[in-house]
């Protein structure tokens, strides 16, 4: 019985990782989605004028902003959110390749378990 505890909390432990991996992949979708966004939002101002009027929501009103610093802030935003994704996508490789070491162990002790009931 002792290699059906081993077996269990291995498999807890891949069960784990799967619920991070999930979690991971919804966040990278979120990051996706916010960068396609920014990105469209980008070419917006790349077709306008230097003395273009731009508004930025705040709350229920809008708000007049320096088109410089409305350029500004997509760019950094942009930035920031391709760094985020880089994470994720090294994230999402550790995770990955700690589950797989855990599937190789799951199955090693599945195959040990199944040779005695051959055997007899």
């Known amino acids: 019985m002792d290699q059906q505890k081993q077996l269990q ?6 069960q784990g990782f799967q619920t991070e991996l999930t979690t991971i ?5 979120k990051l996706e989605s916010q960068f396609t966004e920014n990105k469209s939002v980008q070419k917006e101002f790349a077709t306008l ?8 929501l705040v709350g229920p009103v809008l708000l ?5 610093e409305a350029k500004g802030t997509v ?3 942009l930035s920031y ?3 985020e994704i880089k994470r994720i996508e090294e ?12 599937k190789t162990e799951i199955m090693q002790i599945q195959s040990q378990m199944q040779q005695p009931a051959v055997q007899a």
Do not use: F, V, W
């Open 49 to 56: 004028s230097d003395d273009a009027n731009i508004y930025k």
């Open 64 to 68: 007049k902003q320096d088109t410089t």
């Open 9 to 14: 909390a291995l498999s807890d432990e891949y």
């Open 81 to 83: 959110i391709e760094q």
């Open 75 to 77: 760019d950094g935003r």
């Open 91 to 102: 994230s999402i490789k550790a995770i990955q390749a700690k589950s797989e070491g855990k």
């Open 25 to 29: 992949l919804t966040a990278r979708q």
